[in-house]
C-alpha cells in the first residue's frame, strides 16, 4: 500500500474513494451483475456484526458461567451446546471449546496461520489479533505478549496457548473477579472485557 | 509444483508492536464491512471453500504488506477471476444469499464436521509425533510443530480435510485431535522458564504414533 492510500482511506475517505474503495466497489457491482451477491443482503450482515454479534455475547456466557455452576460444568463440557442455548450459534462458532483460567493455569488463543476467532461469541477479530506481531509472538514468547497488554502473571502460572488451527473455536472462561460475589449476572458481563476471553487480559476488577 | 504460504508466522522474529483497539473498533476503512460481508455472502455460493479462500490468501505473494481486509480482496479478486465469476458467462452459484435469509444462514453456520470414515487412530493420552515434512499444497500443521512430539489431547471427531479441500480434491473426512506440547519440545530450552503448553488442532495424517 502506497503512503498515499494509506493517508487516504485512514482519514479522508468521506471526501474522496481511495483506489481500495473503488476497487472494492467495482467487485461488488460485477459480483452483483453476475447474480452472486445482493447487495441487500451484504448490508444485512454488516449491521449483524456491527451491532448484535459481538463480545457483548461471549460476556453474557462467562457470566452465566460464573452465576451458574451447572451451566459452567456444561460449558466446559459441551460448549457448542452450552452456548447454542443463550441463542449464540453459527459461523465461525459451530465448533466452540471453552477453556477456565484457574490460579494455577492461564489460557491464551491466537491462530498463528490466519485469523480463526469465535465469531458467534467474540464477533469479528480485533486487527491486533490478525496481525503478524500477534501471531508470531504469543506462541514463543506468550509472558512478553501479555506483558504488552499489560498482564503479569505469577512465574508460578502455567501458560496454556491455544492454536486454532482448524475449526474448533476457543473462549476463555476467566476467573470470576475477587469481591464480586454480591453481584448479579448483568453486572457480571460488563466486568468481561474482549481481551479476557481471548486470554490476552483479565476481566475489569470491581469498583 | 512448489508452494509457499507466506502466513505460517509462528515463532518468526517479526518485529512491531502489538497495536490494541478498543472493543467496538472493528473496521478501519468504509470499504473494510463490505469486503468482510461479500467473503461471507460468497459462501454460498459454492466458488470456493473456507480451505481454498485460504490457500488463496496465503499464496499471495504480497501477502505480508496487506492489511487483512486486503488479504481478503485480493484473494476474492483473484479466486472470482479464476472461476470465470466474471466472464461472459459464469457457472450457476450454488445458492445466493438474500437479505432476508441472511442472518438465519450465519446463525446455522457451516459446520465442518462429517462421518468418521474409519474409528479414530489415536486416543486421549496417547504420545503422538507431528510429520516432519512440510507438503507441497495448503496444509493447516505449522512450521514450528512439524516433527515434535506431543499428546493428544482432545477428540473432536472428523473435520473436512484442509489438505484435501483445499486443492479441490474433495471434503475427505478425518480424524480432528488437540495435540498439546510443553513449550520446550517446540522451543527448546531457552524458553523453558516461561512454563508453557501450546496445543494445535491437528488432523490425522499429520500424525504418527511416538
Same mark, same amino acid.
Given at each position: 500500500m502506497s503512503e498515499h492510500e494509506h493517508h487516504d482511506h485512514e482519514e479522508h475517505a468521506q471526501r474522496a474513494p481511495s483506489a481500495l474503495e473503488l476497487r472494492v466497489r467495482a467487485l461488488e457491482a460485477l459480483l452483483t451483475e453476475k447474480g452472486y451477491i445482493d447487495p441487500a443482503a451484504l448490508d444485512v450482515l454488516i449491521d449483524a456484526y456491527q451491532t448484535k454479534i459481538g463480545p457483548r455475547n461471549g460476556a453474557q456466557v462467562v457470566a452465566r458461567a460464573w452465576c451458574d455452576p451447572e451451566f459452567r460444568r456444561w460449558l466446559l463440557k459441551d460448549a457448542t451446546s452450552a452456548i447454542a442455548s443463550l441463542g449464540f450459534t453459527g459461523r465461525q462458532g459451530e465448533h466452540m471449546v471453552a477453556v477456565e483460567n484457574t490460579p494455577e493455569v492461564h489460557n491464551m488463543v491466537v491462530c498463528t496461520l490466519c485469523s480463526c476467532y469465535p465469531w458467534s461469541v467474540l464477533g469479528l477479530p480485533p486487527t491486533w489479533y490478525k496481525s503478524a506481531p500477534y501471531r508470531a509472538r504469543a506462541v514463543k514468547d506468550p509472558r512478553g505478549v501479555l506483558k504488552e497488554f499489560g498482564v503479569e502473571l505469577a512465574e508460578s502460572i502455567q501458560i496454556r496457548i491455544w492454536d486454532s488451527t482448524a475449526e474448533v473455536r476457543y473462549l476463555v472462561l476467566p476467573q470470576r473477579p475477587a469481591g464480586s460475589a454480591h453481584l448479579g449476572e448483568r453486572e457480571l458481563a460488563n466486568l468481561v472485557t474482549r481481551d479476557s476471553m481471548i486470554g490476552t487480559g483479565l476481566p475489569n476488577a470491581v469498583t | 509444483m512448489t508452494y509457499r504460504s507466506h502466513?505460517? @508466522? %509462528? %515463532? @518468526?522474529d517479526v518485529p512491531g508492536a502489538i497495536v490494541q483497539e478498543p472493543e467496538g473498533e472493528i473496521f478501519h476503512a468504509p470499504w473494510e464491512p463490505r469486503v468482510m460481508a461479500m467473503v461471507v455472502a460468497m459462501g454460498p455460493t459454492g466458488m470456493s471453500s473456507i480451505d481454498l479462500n485460504r490457500a488463496t490468501r496465503e499464496t499471495l505473494p504480497n501477502y505480508r504488506s496487506l492489511s487483512y481486509y486486503e488479504i481478503w480482496l485480493a484473494a476474492l479478486e483473484k479466486l472470482a477471476a479464476q472461476k470465470g465469476v466474471l466472464g461472459e458467462s459464469p457457472p450457476a452459484p450454488k445458492q445466493v444469499l438474500r437479505a432476508e435469509s441472511a442472518m438465519a444462514a450465519i446463525k446455522r453456520g457451516f459446520p465442518a464436521s462429517r462421518s468418521a470414515p474409519a474409528p479414530a487412530r489415536f486416543l486421549v493420552g496417547d504420545r503422538v509425533r507431528t510429520s516432519a515434512v512440510q507438503p507441497p499444497h495448503h496444509t493447516r500443521l505449522p512450521g514450528y510443530a512439524r516433527g515434535k512430539v506431543g499428546v493428544i489431547e482432545r477428540v473432536h471427531g472428523a473435520h473436512v480435510f484442509p489438505d484435501s479441500n483445499a486443492q479441490e480434491l474433495g471434503e475427505a473426512p478425518q480424524w480432528l485431535y488437540t495435540v498439546a506440547f510443553d513449550a520446550r519440545e517446540i522451543w527448546g530450552d531457552s524458553v523453558a522458564l516461561q512454563r508453557s503448553i501450546i496445543s494445535v488442532d491437528a488432523f490425522e495424517p499429520y500424525l504418527e504414533p511416538a
Open positions: - | 502466513a505460517d @508466522l %509462528g %515463532g @518468526l
